[in-house]
């Protein structure tokens, strides 16, 4: 199994404050649902490190990012992370979530590790004064779902990193033709994508 630690973006800076990371998960996990049951005793690779490899995808110009459904903060929180810990481009980074209780959790998570967000409390299809270059989405629906609520937040040149599983090619299958599709192998997950979609100009 590849071991992103080993990577030129996380340092033991960057390992350390995404351990701490992974301790608040375990500790606020009674009383809000972050992750499954059956994947709280991987947190680091089944979520922290799978939410990490998009960072390498993010394009060298990106400003802004949308992160939508952030639930426990994977991916959107720990790109912020690593942004933070690289001095990455990102200067505004989005983290949507419509559970109250969720957003207290990404609050009190990006305030013990120091880092940027801005954490909305609201349901993705009730914002559209925002644009970003990059947005990002694990575990909340469908390509073509993803896709429609990622919408009002394109630029001409954004790029939409989603991280999908074994239905990826049924799902890409129900996709307009004017999307232009690269696919890359999960790190973390055999059977794993991460899917990157921009509109054909």
Not at 83 to 110: H, M, Q, R, W
């Amino acid at each position: 199994m590849f071991h992103m630690e080993q990577s030129y973006f996380m340092t033991d800076e960057t390992i350390a404050a995404l351990k701490k990371y992974e301790q608040l998960v375990q500790k606020w996990q009674k009383a809000v649902n972050l992750v499954s049951s059956a994947s709280l005793a991987d947190i680091w690779q089944r979520h922290i490190l799978d939410s990490a490899q998009i960072y390498t995808y993010l394009p060298k110009t990106a400003e802004t990012l949308v992160d939508l459904g952030s639930g426990g903060g994977f991916p959107g929180l720990v790109l912020a992370v690593l942004n933070k810990e690289n001095n990455g481009p990102l200067k505004e980074i989005y983290l949507v979530e419509s559970d109250s209780k969720k957003c207290v959790f990404l609050t009190e998570v990006a305030r013990e590790l120091n880092v940027k967000v801005h954490v909305l409390n609201e349901r993705i299809e009730n914002i559209r004064e925002i644009q970003s270059d990059v947005i990002t989405s694990r575990a909340l629906a469908s390509i073509k779902d993803l896709v429609c609520y990622a919408r009002p937040f394109l630029k001409s040149d954004s790029v939409m990193l989603f991280l999908k599983g074994e239905s990826v090619e049924t799902e890409l299958q129900e996709l307009l033709p004017h999307y232009k599709v690269k696919m890359y192998p999960s790190q973390t997950d055999k059977k794993g994508k991460i899917v990157c979609i921009t509109e054909e100009n």
